[in-house]
């Protein structure tokens, strides 16, 4: 199974895409695509979607999953951040894929063990996880561990639903 982690971001929207094959994990590849800021924001937005339909088009991943946006101080820089995030959510939508959300604190602890670990952290941990990976960007990185969250998830969720119950016959 292939897995898509979107790092979303209106300059820049980090990418990266996994295959898991049960509990071990390869990286297939990362990128960001960058949008002009001088650009109004529908096309920036657009360059963004049509970045990331490329990307689905050529890995086919089978799982998609995004990270949640934080409210920072500056409310108009979190709208903005939210257009992207719906830009995140809506290729893979479209394209038929689920899509699984994730807190960042959720990532950074799937990823890295604790919530509140530094980006140099989870940059660690991603490349423990995927030897040899070679980040486009640290929007890049940031996507990998949100694919490698994704994929701890569903693992979890296959378990418990292959588990039987005791007392189950």
Not at 72 to 89: I, S, W
Not at 121 to 144: N, T
């Amino acid at each position: 199974m292939k897995v898509l982690g979107i790092d979303p971001g209106l300059r820049n929207m980090g990418w990266g895409v996994i295959e898991v094959d049960g509990p071990r994990i390869r990286h297939v590849a990362n990128g960001t695509i960058h949008s002009d800021g001088a650009q109004d924001l529908g096309a920036r937005l657009s360059v963004l979607f049509r970045g990331l339909c490329a990307v689905i088009a050529t890995h086919a991943p089978d799982e998609a999953a995004v990270e949640q946006t934080f409210v920072n101080k500056d409310a108009t820089g979190t709208l903005k951040l939210g257009q992207a995030r719906g830009v995140a959510l809506l290729a893979p939508a479209e394209a038929g894929i689920s899509v699984g959300e994730y807190a960042p604190n959720a990532v950074k602890k799937t990823v890295v063990g604790v919530g509140h670990a530094a980006k140099e952290q989870v940059q660690h941990m991603v490349r423990i996880q995927l030897p040899g990976v070679i980040f486009d960007s640290p929007d890049a990185a940031d996507a990998l561990a949100i694919a490698i969250c994704h994929s701890r998830h569903l693992q979890g969720r296959t378990l418990r639903v292959a588990t039987p119950k005791r007392g189950a016959a």
